[in-house]
């Protein structure tokens, strides 16, 4: 997050969110937790990748709307 969390701060801001330090954190922690799940939890599963694609949907849908929009 040290390369990425100023430019995401950043993003946040120019998109208008109120906090925009804790949509980079949100954001930072739903692709920790993936990256967990993927990596601890289905080490041996392969996650269909119509899962993958809804999952890059959902993040894309909720980081890409102006707060207004939500």
């Not at 906090?19 to 954190?25: A, N, T």
């Not at 899962?51 to 980081?63: G, P």
């Given at each position: 997050m040290d390369r990425f969390g100023?430019?995401?701060?950043?993003y946040f801001e120019?998109?208008?969110?109120?906090?925009?330090?804790?949509?980079?954190?949100t954001f930072?922690?739903?692709i920790e937790g993936y990256g967990i799940v993927l990596v601890y939890y289905l080490p041996q599963e392969e996650i269909p990748e119509r899962?993958?694609?809804?999952?890059?949907?959902?993040?894309?849908?909720?980081?890409t709307k102006k707060p207004n929009q939500q």
């Open positions: 100023p430019k995401l701060i950043d120019m998109m208008g969110y109120e906090d925009p330090y804790l949509e980079m954190l930072g922690a739903l899962v993958i694609k809804k999952f890059e949907d959902r993040m894309v849908q909720m980081f």
